[in-house]
């Protein structure tokens, strides 16, 4: 599996939500809401593809090599179904909490449903990790670290701002965003520790 | 700590992906390990010897 093929793959599922979303706006008559989000989900993909293409070169050939490896292929592959399950979780738990749910220990079941998939990706995450050799290993852990550092900063001195009341944060959205920053740091310090090897 | 790998790699006429396939590691730590940006763990270090044929004190040399 490709850099390549993977933009393609988001530029279809793009393709295929906007389209979603011009039928349900001029055929079906679908209330707007439901049009806004199949034109947020096509836009964010269309997004996501743009991304790659941004990619230096060097790092897209790094990571075709990198999928193309055993340990990489068996990632890869349980990588995609937790990915479905999780887009498909999320919307059913969002979707049916805004329906209501009276139960409590319900709609406690069902608003951590998208959580099942995301602990699936880090077993596979964790096994990649144990598959690959030592150079890899050393620079995956490395990112990892620092990402948990920088973003226990970012929290820690957000945590200070919010108490001293200079800025206002939703505590649930301030969960909800600390694993997409570890991702994103972590992709960040990785690309910066690979080229330090090459 | 510099080394020989390359001089030997090309010696066997092998590209650094077929002695990564060959020592179980990506390209990317043939590549690392041939410019000297990494020194490999002995276990690797003694792999490479053994696939060289050659003592692993001829193949890696300390920067003194």
Not at chain 1, 4 to 12: G, K, P
Not at chain 1, 46 to 53: T, V
Not at chain 1, 146 to 165: D, H, P
Request: charged share 20%; aromatic share 12%.
């Amino acid at each position: 599996m490709t850099m390549r093929r993977f933009m393609w793959i988001f530029v279809a599922i793009a393709l295929g939500a906007l389209a979603l979303a011009a039928a349900g706006r001029f055929l079906l008559a679908w209330p707007d809401g439901v049009v806004g989000m199949w034109t947020g989900i096509g836009a964010g993909y269309l997004l996501g593809a743009g991304l790659f293409l941004l990619m230096p070169r060097w790092w897209r050939q790094h990571c075709d090599d990198m999928y193309a490896q055993p340990a990489g292929r068996r990632y890869i592959r349980a990588l995609w179904p937790a990915l479905v399950l999780y887009s498909l979780t999320l919307f059913a738990s969002i979707w049916s909490i805004r329906q209501g749910i009276e139960s409590l220990p319900l709609r406690g079941l069902v608003a951590v449903l998208p959580v099942l998939p995301i602990a699936w990706m880090m077993h596979a995450a964790l096994r990649y990790l144990r598959e690959i050799d030592e150079l890899q290993r050393r620079i995956e852990t490395e990112a990892i670290g620092i990402a948990s550092l920088l973003v226990a900063l970012v929290y820690f001195a957000g945590g200070m701002l919010e108490k001293a009341e200079v800025i206002g944060m939703d505590a649930g959205i301030a969960m909800i965003w600390v694993f997409p920053l570890l991702c994103g740091i972590y992709g960040i310090a990785k690309m910066i520790l690979t080229r330090r090897y090459q | 700590m510099n080394n020989r790998m390359r001089e030997l790699r090309e010696a066997q006429g092998w590209s650094q992906g077929e002695l990564a396939e060959r020592l179980e590691v990506s390209r990317q730590t043939v590549n690392a390990l041939e410019t000297g940006k990494y020194d490999p763990s002995l276990p690797l270090a003694f792999r490479i010897a053994r696939l060289f044929g050659e003592p692993i004190e001829s193949l890696f040399i300390p920067e003194d």
